[in-house]
């Protein structure tokens, strides 16, 4: 473990730079999990500089492992190691807040202007635009962790279990990670810093938290400090959760929202991607809290708004709520936004207890290969998978009906043009989802 340094240089980054750039992100953070961590990626460390590639990767692979929005766990890590617990809140709760309120508002006019025609223009323009930027951040993503032909072996195998055999997504982390632990042992240069970047097309610079950088002092592992943190986390499920018990009963649609959630958060792992088949079982089919085609319609909100995918459960929880009319018939609104807010708690709670709690002892192995090798196999597994949800969006998108019936050529057509705008031009993700959005409109009430 290395030693803490006060002069270490994470107090070169000012406190108000970081605010403004994670409630920037809160509002730019488009694309779903493998957008958000390519703008993040463009952000921190190509353009700020303010946490090397290697840094940040080791970052992302722990937070992969995690049951919950790996994107916005990242977001909380990286603020965490910059500016202690603080850094991590601020950066957690803005990575969510502004997409909660959106969410919120465009849940409500769903509900009532749920059939006009701009409404549905503007999502037939944006599912395409997303494809495209899924497809991109899997070539980004790939581009810095297939640095050699046995990481290129991890990613295709990903990509054929969970394509071909549908394989569960924690069997191919745990596989990689076995993979990427035994074959250190044998080929430990394949996972040194050399190795990895010895492909690399583009130097980045020095970073403020480079590779080398000391840990600093809050990030050196400590048993009092996460007792303190496990007791607060503790704390605040209990309260609200007594509290809607007591009050409203085990039984009531509140209740069992915050009792559902909670084991969304703890008990799938994989990201948004994984928990949403979850959600639509218990959401769906057992609760039922909303219709198929009001979970399908919600999933498409969250994938065209910014902040976490996952901020679509606030959309279940909304319409839950709503349809419910748990506070009566007069207040549906009131209703919606408190089941939205319920949702996003209990969901979103679990992940900064985990990066807080977690952080200190992963930041204290940054360094030793028989943890980094683990977690750099699962990295270049996971740039299969991603490529697998990328042809999975890309059929439900050119197919819509399925492959019996006629090909979306006017999607392909807006799925194209966001390819050529994110890979020659490397135009800004919001504003290709904002020109895909508008042809999207001018398609669709043109038809």
């Known amino acids: 473990m290395q030693s803490a340094d006060p002069a270490n240089q994470t107090s070169e980054i000012p406190f108000s ?203 050196i592992f400590c048993w009092r400090n996460l007792v303190k943190i496990l007791f607060i986390a503790a704390l605040l499920w209990c309260v609200p959760m007594l509290l809607l018990t007591l009050g409203l009963g085990w039984h009531h649609t509140y209740t069992q929202m915050a009792w559902f959630f909670t084991k969304a958060a703890l008990l799938t792992f994989g990201g948004a991607y994984a928990v949403l088949p979850y959600v639509y079982q218990g959401a769906v089919n057992h609760y039922a809290w909303l219709s198929p085609t009001q979970m399908i319609d919600g999933l498409a909100l969250g994938e065209s708004t910014p902040g976490p995918l996952i901020i679509v459960v606030a959309f279940v929880g909304f319409l839950g709520a709503y349809n419910h009319a748990v506070l009566g018939a007069e207040q549906l609104f009131l209703a919606g936004a408190l089941g939205a807010v319920i949702v996003t708690w209990f969901t979103f709670l679990f992940s900064f207890v985990f990066i807080l709690a977690g952080a200190p002892v992963i930041e204290s192995t940054h360094n030793e290969l028989k943890f980094t090798a683990p977690l750099t196999a699962i990295t270049a597994a996971v740039v299969g998978v991603i490529l697998n949800l990328a042809l999975f969006f890309s059929y439900h998108v050119l197919w819509p009906k399925g492959f019996n019936h006629p090909f979306n050529y006017e999607a392909a057509f807006i799925t194209l043009a966001a390819l050529i705008a994110l890979f020659k031009f490397q135009i800004n993700v919001l504003y290709v989802i904002f020109a895909s959005a508008f042809c999207g409109l001018i398609l669709y009430i043109g038809a």
């Open 17 to 219: 730079q970081a605010l403004l750039f994670w409630l920037k992100l809160g509002f730019i953070s488009f694309g779903g999990p493998a957008g958000q961590i390519a703008v993040m990626h463009q952000e921190l460390v190509e353009n700020k500089r303010w946490i090397s590639e290697k840094r940040f990767l080791h970052a992302l692979n722990y937070c992969m492992l995690l049951p919950g929005p790996e994107a916005q766990q990242l977001a909380t890590y990286i603020g965490w190691l910059m500016h202690r617990t603080a850094g991590g809140l601020v950066a957690g709760i803005l990575f969510v807040l502004p997409s909660l309120f959106i969410l919120i508002a465009l849940s409500w006019i769903y509900v009532q202007f749920g059939d006009v025609p701009i409404i549905a223009g503007l999502f037939y323009g944006i599912k395409p635009a997303v494809t495209a930027i899924v497809f991109h951040a899997t070539y980004r993503i790939g581009s810095r962790s297939l640095k050699n032909p046995f990481m290129w072996g991890i990613a295709a195998a990903a990509f054929i279990a969970i394509f071909v055999f549908n394989v569960p997504f924690p069997l191919i982390v745990l596989a990689a990670a076995l993979t990427g632990y035994l074959l250190s042992r044998k080929k430990p240069d394949l996972f040194t810093a050399q190795a990895a970047h010895q492909n690399s097309h583009k130097s980045y610079g020095t970073a403020l938290i480079d590779d080398d950088t000391p840990t600093p002092a809050h990030a």
